[in-house]
């Protein structure tokens, strides 16, 4: 019933030597049989099932210990619920414990179809082969639908790649899903007929959990070419199932609103480093990119734990496609040349307000953005 | 389109005056259009979509702001989903950040079943009206599902209310899921036949999303009595469709793994409030009872902390239900008077690891368990 594969997780623990090693002790009883260790008999259970401290060495940047913990692949059932159950269940609310980086083995991996399109794939989609893409989203709320089918159509034409929704639009009675949908799906049709190009329209799909898979079927047909969902209010597992779904068969990209927590806690030695949960999490739940806020923008996020988050989506992950960052939150036309220094061509730059910041004439601006981004 | 009902939060912000109130407005924003609050044209989505600030205050108890802000009830299109995308979403990102307290009106909580049980609902499925409840988990993984099923049978026989799955039980090897539950099933049915009892079983159904109302389904049909979810691993409107569904029909008990990271922020001024997460939201997301980890344990919440989440479970939420408080972690028959004195009879108190550590006879120690609790 064990093959003795195991994979590890890197844990960054706070306090003195004394303190990071009884909390590396706890983890391997606590993520496992959370029961007395004294009371396990030797054997099976002891030996395989409870956590093993592989290494344990003081982190040469900062305070604090790292831990590599290993457990036995049988542990999590193959389910992605259950691997981040054992990664970080329990201990998420225990203070001084950080998950900075999974390591798995290809049997683990193999578990999971992971990103359907991944960057070649979301390139091949779009026709798009050489320049970063563009991502633009619709709003303000409170606009009716036909309104934003309107910035689709004026998006598309000016070469947006991906317009989505805004990640707050739902089911609202402004611009209720199913008219909102079909107009824009309408729209971005409209305008790839115009351009050529073939741009996409995103829906979001932040949805009750009973609703979700038929609004994805809804949207399918009329005409979205991807998904935009939130695994922090609909749960990292049900992207993955929205990713797997081949009668979808849709790109999804991941945002990361009401998933904070898990991250804003880092700069306190908790929560997730921005690699393991941009990077190596998303990848594993399905996104074929991943949302987050850009350096230097109305967010916390420094130039290092953005380089971090795209070393995450591209690092070896078995067969796991690697994906695109796709950097947002305070984005200017202006700060575009600074961002292809830092990102490169291997990115989705998400121009949110900023666009609409420019001037009156969203095509126009849309066209400068395109202009920019062209020239790398 | 817009009723003119709003809801409020209530904020604590970190930092100086200004920067406080820098953060308050921004909520206003960020919450609602995320759009350049200086292109919006004055009228209806200025007035009426942007999230508003009802009152700004220093906090009495503590450094920091208090703002109470205020949305059109309308933005939550009625979807827990995008309820709680509007109350901590993108600002879940933002440093020093707290969400106290949910004030909604009526027509809010109308858009919500909430707990179908509550404490009057599942005391009357438990026949068990004057003490509190007893809970115990079945451990530790790597044991067999008839070893498991034994335990069953036995804290069963012994007079334990309800006996869980221990939450890192999921489909592994060791235990597979069907079989697990049948026996289990099985053996908590045989224990009622000899002590009169209606104690329940109750599975563990973090599982995949698409994999999760077959397997409530098929725990219901094997006899089941109720269902553990971690809200912070499936998504909580997952939960809350679990509760919701007429066709299962059982209660939900929630437990807190992978969700710790919006709740030991709180010790650092952003997350949840113990209040709103393990009362409020638990209760919009239709648990029946909410499991969380006591004072004095191996974890670190305060008798404090422990009591604001008493005070949401029970305080008035329109017409949902009060809710178990459903202390756990650490817990040992020693500690139970101690318990009593500070929870009272509305409680459900969960013994894990403590039920075993007793002595080796797990029968006399869930009698000894029922024994000090009928005391009360």
Same mark, same amino acid.
């Given at each position: 019933m064990i093959s003795g594969e195991r994979f590890s997780v890197i844990y960054h623990l706070q306090g003195n030597e004394q303190e990071a090693y009884a909390k590396a002790q706890d983890i391997c009883?606590?993520?496992?049989?959370?029961?007395?260790?004294?009371?396990?008999?030797?054997?099976?259970?002891? /030996?395989?099932?409870?956590?093993?401290?592989?290494?344990?060495?003081?982190?040469? /940047?900062?305070?604090? %210990?790292q831990a590599v913990i290993s457990y036995a692949i049988e542990l999590t059932a193959n389910e992605l619920t259950q691997l981040l159950n054992v990664v970080f269940g329990n201990i998420s609310i225990k203070p001084g414990i950080l998950v900075d980086k999974l390591i798995l083995p290809d049997s683990l991996f193999n578990a999971f179809k992971g990103p359907r399109f991944g960057r070649a794939g979301l390139r091949?989609?779009? @026709?798009? %082969?050489?320049?970063?893409?563009?991502?633009?989203?619709?709003?303000?709320?409170?606009?009716?639908?036909?309104?934003?089918? /309107?910035?689709?159509?004026q998006c *598309?034409? +000016? @070469?947006?790649?991906?317009?989505?929704?805004d990640h707050?639009?739902? $089911?609202?009675?402004?611009a209720p899903f199913e008219e909102r949908i079909t107009l824009c799906g309408e729209a971005v049709q409209k305008a790839n007929g115009e351009t050529g190009r073939n741009s996409i329209?995103?829906? $979001?799909? $932040?949805?009750? *959990? $009973?609703?979700?898979?038929?609004? *994805?079927?809804?949207?399918?047909?009329?005409? *979205?070419?991807?998904?935009?969902? !939130?695994?922090?209010?609909i749960g990292l597992d049900t992207m993955r199932w929205l990713a797997d779904e081949d009668e979808l068969g849709l790109p999804i990209i991941s945002h990361p609103a009401f998933q904070g927590? #898990?991250? &804003? =806690? !880092? !700069?306190?030695?908790?929560?997730? =480093?921005?690699?393991?949960? #941009?990077?190596q999490i998303s990848r594993l739940a399905g996104a074929d990119a991943v949302v987050y806020p850009n350096f230097g923008g109305r967010f916390s996020f420094s130039i290092d734990e953005c380089r971090n988050i795209v070393r995450g &989506?591209?690092? +070896?992950? +078995?067969?796991?496609?690697?994906?695109?960052? =796709?950097?947002?939150g305070g984005m200017t036309i202006e700060r575009i040349p600074e961002l292809l220094d830092v990102y490169g061509r291997e990115v989705i730059l998400l121009m949110g307000g900023g666009l609409f910041k420019q001037g009156r004439n969203l095509v126009q601006n849309?066209?400068?953005?395109?202009?920019l981004v062209e020239k790398v």
């Open positions: 009883v606590e993520q496992t049989v959370e029961y007395p260790y004294e009371l396990l008999a030797p054997g099976f259970i002891k /030996d395989e099932i409870v956590g093993r401290i592989e290494s344990f060495v003081p982190l040469h /940047d900062k305070q604090g %210990y091949q989609l779009l @026709g798009v %082969y050489e320049r970063p893409l563009l991502f633009a989203a619709i709003k303000p709320m409170g606009l009716t639908s036909v309104q934003l089918a /309107d910035i689709v159509y *598309a034409l +000016g @070469g947006i790649d991906i317009i989505k929704d707050g639009l739902s $089911n609202q009675p402004f329209y995103m829906p $979001n799909i $932040n949805a009750p *959990a $009973n609703e979700i898979l038929s609004r *994805a079927k809804f949207a399918k047909q009329a005409g *979205a070419g991807g998904l935009l969902a !939130a695994p922090g209010l927590s #898990y991250i &804003t =806690s !880092a !700069a306190y030695g908790f929560g997730f =480093s921005h690699y393991a949960l #941009y990077g &989506t591209e690092d +070896g992950m +078995g067969h796991l496609k690697s994906i695109f960052p =796709s950097p947002g849309c066209q400068d953005f395109l202009t």
